[in-house]
């Protein structure tokens, strides 16, 4: 090595890496992976072309952050905590077991989610209902009984009645076969809204995941750019010594990599909150990778739009959201069943014994049956069909309503996958062509024919383009699990 050269000695991430020439930034790359939380340290060339920013989080294994201040062995970093901070504590249901596909996080959120415990109640109430039909009677037996004499009169002729009678009432015929019809009917819709609110919680979870991703991702990108942006003060900071670089060079990479620092804990505390919704769905910390699905051919189209586009709604009806509208059409016609054959009370049969006490009388107790069957009146009638033909309508019209926003949904669904997977493929192109740009000219800033506020820039420009190019990655991901849910199908 030349010994007038200038060299680094830089420290990054607890690694020590050997002394390097200023024109050849190197840095300690941490690969890290982000699913399963184990991390490799490997040292080697910065090389742009590989574009291995993104790859140089300053994350590690147990989540924590490398503390970000600058050390006393000039420019060391340090995996440790931040210091006078305590550990965040989601809640003591929270995990960190790491589901191994988003289909375990979303089983793992259906597992805790209060909304399973409201739809177990309906369940049992259409239970209840149920059984209540096949009982021998529809309402408990009355008993009313009477007492006379006469002394209130004042005669005082000792005339006494004494009058019991016992009624239980009957079912209307067909009410007890109706009654287990809409109770069918209702344990059938509240199966189907569970099935609807899985699937609306998977679309939350996958929405909590990636914004937990794209945060993940903010954040990697952010310690590459520190991790570089300190290298490259320390480089400026050597040459101003040496009398090879000016002042303000020196001063532009400082603020440089305050910047970076700020951008950095700033990624962080998104990255946190982000984490944090996640666990309060899915009761881990443990964010799953969003990739895995392949991606569909050229051209290729949902099954259900293309039937949606033909007019085939069969290809619709499967769909949880289509399945629980056209329950709740079936609830609601067997519950207008129902109130057309309840037009009128429940008759009741009886049976009356009758004690009387009179001078000279010759039988003084009777049995006999008495049957009360009560008449229908249309001003009972009229209000209660007409409420329940309300019912049936208004079901009627959730369900086409429904159809409706499930064939758009695909349709925006299949739109945003198109578009993602164009703008991924722009993003690469675009972060490969800065990645070469800004090392041309960190050579020649190397060679003394570029300011190094030309590098500043350049490295600014390629880290946003690598962000850019992984987040467009990530949407990717989401938008294929979300054209999945879209077409009904649970990740």
């Known amino acids: 090595m030349n010994p007038t050269m200038p060299t680094i000695c830089v420290e990054l991430f607890g690694t020590r890496m050997a002394p390097i020439v200023h024109g050849r930034l190197a840095v300690a790359v941490q690969r890290v992976n982000l699913a399963s939380g184990m991390a490799e340290v490997a040292l080697g060339r910065y090389d742009r072309g590989a574009s291995v920013r993104t790859r140089s989080p300053v994350i590690h294994a147990d989540n924590s952050f490398c503390n970000d201040g600058v050390g006393d062995d000039g420019g060391a970093v340090h995996a440790q905590q931040p210091p006078g901070r305590a550990p965040v504590r989601l809640s003591d249901t929270v995990t ?34 149920y059984t209540a039909g096949g009982a021998l009677f529809p309402n408990a037996p009355s008993l009313t009984t009477s007492h006379v004499n006469d002394k209130v009169a004042g005669s005082n002729y000792n005339y006494i009645t004494t009058q019991a009678e016992l009624d239980m009432p009957v079912w209307l015929p067909g009410e007890g076969t109706a009654t287990q019809g809409v109770a069918c009917a209702q344990a059938n819709v509240a199966a189907a809204d569970g099935e609807a609110a899985h699937l609306a919680l998977a679309a939350e979870v996958l929405d909590l995941a990636m914004q937990a991703a794209l945060a993940g991702t903010a954040r990697a990108v952010a310690g590459g750019r520190l991790a570089v942006a300190r290298a490259l003060a320390t480089a400026a900071g ?52 969003l990739a895995g699905l392949p991606p569909r051919r050229p051209g290729q189209t949902s099954l259900v739009l293309a039937a949606a586009q033909t007019g085939d709604g069969g290809a619709l009806s499967s769909h949880p959201q289509i399945v629980a509208a056209e329950r709740a059409v079936a609830a609601a016609q067997e519950q207008a069943r129902l109130i057309r054959i309840e037009n009128r009370d429940s008759p009741q049969i009886g049976v009356q014994g009758i004690n009387e006490k009179q001078p000279g009388a010759r039988w003084d107790t009777r049995f006999g049956v008495v049957i009360h069957f009560p008449f229908a009146s249309g ?30 949904a695909v349709q925006q669904a299949d739109i945003t996958l198109a578009e993602a997977e164009q703008a991924a493929v722009a993003a690469r192109r675009a972060a490969a062509s800065l990645d070469k740009w800004s090392g041309q000219i960190e050579r020649a800033w190397g060679l003394g024919e570029m300011p190094l506020i030309e590098v500043v820039r350049a490295d600014s420009y390629a880290f946003d383009a690598d962000l850019a190019r992984d987040t467009a990655q990530t949407e990717v991901d989401a938008a294929r699990h979300r054209a999945r849910l879209a077409e009904g199908v649970l990740l």
């Open 96 to 129: 960190t077991i790491a589901p191994a596909t988003l289909h375990d996080a979303v089983a793992a959120a259906w597992n805790r989610d209060p909304q399973r415990r409201a739809i177990g109640a309906r369940e049992d109430t259409a239970a209840a209902r």
């Open 238 to 289: 050597q040459r101003l010594r040496v009398g090879e670089g000016s002042e303000s060079d020196s001063l532009a990479a400082d603020a440089d990599a305050a910047s970076a620092q700020i951008a950095l804990r700033n990624a962080a505390a998104q990255y946190g909150s982000a984490v944090a919704a996640f666990a309060s769905v899915t009761g881990t910390t443990v964010v799953p990778p």
């Open 379 to 408: 001003a009972r009638n009229a209000p209660r069909w007409a409420e329940a033909e309300q019912g049936v309508t208004e079901a009627l019209v959730r369900l086409e309503l429904t159809c409706r926003r499930v064939t758009v």
